[in-house]
């Protein structure tokens, strides 16, 4: 039972985490009601999503033949990937330009422009774990004693589920706005570079990257990667025991960027920069683009 | 007359490529793999070094599993009841650990290459 509920909460731990900080992100915009509505429109489209996928899974719709769900799989993985750093940046241009966005109408547009953008990234996050929830769940229910589990796993996995967003709005509260953003900045950007280092290891077990050295070292002495704790620290940073060379220097050359990125847009006092702005704030130019 | 062996050529060479990737495909040798709710049978597979092979994974279990490795890169959720293969490229000499993500306690194996 405790099992159950901790494998059930392990898989919808991503999705709340993106979730959640869209939904204490968005609260604070003075444009809410918008970007609420998309929130809630990739939660439902990655229910949708999920159920497809969980189908696929129990082979009652094999519409994917081969390794048609493995290269699904790696496409939402990258595509959520690097939607979920460009969301990091985007957030970060409108973060500070609250009070400026209901100033400039053109600012406004800017940020709606990546609604769409908001509803992938969210769909992505529910659908892509929630798919081997509900395949587990499936196996709970189809089992003649699990029957009776499969409720109380079901309530007692979305209490905890809830209690976890819970958990992380009351850090929006708790925290300064400042301290909460920067935390849910480096949690987003640590996912994104292990959702990376996961479609590249996709892309090297169906064999169209090599690994180059594989395995580099091993660690599993000091932090094994298939553990309970270990694992969590594995799915939400990209840590690996025995890494490969590839993965490895993809995720060096993603923190490297990040790093640098990082770096210029915290320089601009102004973040309209990104955000084309005519009038009062000049556009500080220096070369930097 | 030219442009035209200038044409075979590669076309050769594709179609000596396909074969060739097919004859390999079908020379990688296969594994079975049982999982019965956390119980993986047998619990270490010895394969050769250098050679691409298959495992194929029954469920014969009530409950679901997830076959996952880090170390071979491979993830795969298996409703009961249900089958999948994976396939695995070429590995080098040593131990290579799987578990079933669903039953971490007891679901572990192990893939010897020798």
Redesign the interface.
Known sequence: MG?ALF?VWRESAEALLVVGILFAWLRKRPDAAVGMRYLWGGVAAGIGLAIALALV???IASTLSGNGLEWFQLAMTAVASGLIVQMVFWMRRHGRTFKRDLETDMARNAGAANWWGLLIVVALAVGRET??TV??L???G?????ITNLPIVLLLGLGAAFATFWVLQQGSRILSWHVFFRVSEVLLLLLAGALLVSAV??L??L?VVP?LV??LWNTSALLD????MG?LI?SFTGY???P?LLPLLALALYWTLVWIFLRRSSGRHAPSTLVKSHGAHPVPRAGRN | MKPTTRLKRPLVFVAAALLASGALAQEAASYKLTARDGVFEPATIEVPAGKRFRIEIVNQGKSAIEFESRDLKQEKVIPPGGKATVTINALKAGEYRFFDEFHEKTGQGKIVVK
Do not use: C, H, Q, T
């Open positions: 099992n494998i899974m129990l082979g798919a081997e395949v587990f499936y196996g709970l189809a089992d003649k004693g699990g290891e996709k090297i077990a064999d690994a594989d395995p990667d298939s553990g309970r694992g594995a690996r025991a025995r490969a």
